[in-house]
């Protein structure tokens, strides 16, 4: 069970980092807490949405909210991650799926994970920054001429956003934790599938921040078969110093005053 928890838990690190999608062909859009559905433009301006992305990168700290939603056939896999999230290399972070959760927190290079009521050494993430990752598709989107949608504003969270969507090719980012060693989803494999992934991108009006983001793919890995995954992230208390600043668990100190590593 716990090396099942622990490769849920380097998912949902991936998913709530990256987002991204798995292979070929698109839908339209369908997941959300806000959910933009009409095109309003096929070929809107750039420009709004990287000075978001510049802006949303510059945040010292903010809350995410991760939901995945994996189909593989009949099998179904839903899971959700909350995390905290403070600049340059503090993070608190938990994953829910199912009937467990695990727990992860991470202060400069010390990084712990909860499976269960202990608190183990882990892995420390290298770049916590959740909104670093799409960059590499705005820019790749950007210099091969893909077309930037422009759908219906949408209320997310706490303001009225503009929401972008641009559809770009399997392998701009990394696949899934738990997909990346499987056979038939190395790089060369996959590019030989005509795989996409939708990005759609809500920045808030007032606040300037990426306020959400979703991904939605559909496709085809050899030793998996057909997989639809559907990711929706929702940033919130953006730079708000009482509500997202990272405290450390309770049990944690707890477990560590009593000596235990």
């Known amino acids: 069970m716990k090396s099942g ?7 949902a690190l991936c998913a709530g980092f990256l987002s991204t999608g798995c292979t ?16 309003v433009s096929h070929h809107a301006p750039w420009s ?3 000075k978001a992305l510049d802006k949303s990168e510059t945040a010292a700290m903010y809350k995410m909210q991760t939901a995945v939603n994996i189909q593989n056939g009949n099998l ?3 899971f959700t991650v909350y995390g905290t999230i403070q600049q340059p290399n503090m993070a608190s972070i938990q994953v829910h799926e199912n009937n467990f959760n695990i727990a992860f927190y991470q202060q400069g290079q010390v990084a712990y994970q909860q499976d269960g009521t202990i608190w183990s050494p882990a892995q420390p993430v290298s770049n916590l920054n959740a909104y670093a990752g ?8 950007m210099a091969h001429h893909l077309p930037l949608e422009k759908m219906n504003r949408t209320y997310v969270v706490d303001e009225y956003c503009d929401v972008y969507r641009v559809v770009v090719p399997n392998g701009i980012v990394s696949l899934p934790a738990f997909l990346g060693g499987a056979p038939g989803a190395s790089a060369t ?31 085809v890995v050899d030793s998996v078969g057909s997989l639809i995954m559907q990711t929706t992230t929702i940033f919130q208390d953006i730079d708000n110093a009482q509500l997202a600043k990272v405290q450390i668990p309770v049990s944690l100190v707890q477990q560590l005053e009593q000596g235990v590593q």
């Open 134 to 141: 799409y960059r590499d598709v705005v820019e790749y989107a």
């Open 76 to 78: 179904h896999t839903s």
């Open 189 to 219: 494999e996959l590019s030989s599938h005509a795989s996409e992934v939708a990005y759609v991108l809500y920045v808030g009006e007032t606040s300037g921040y990426i306020r959400q983001i979703q991904t939605q793919s559909v496709g």
């Open 5 to 11: 928890r622990q490769t849920v838990l380097a998912l």
């Open 24 to 39: 070929p062909g698109v839908q339209s859009v369908s997941i959300a807490s806000g959910t933009a559905t009409q095109v």
């Open 48 to 50: 709004p949405l990287l």
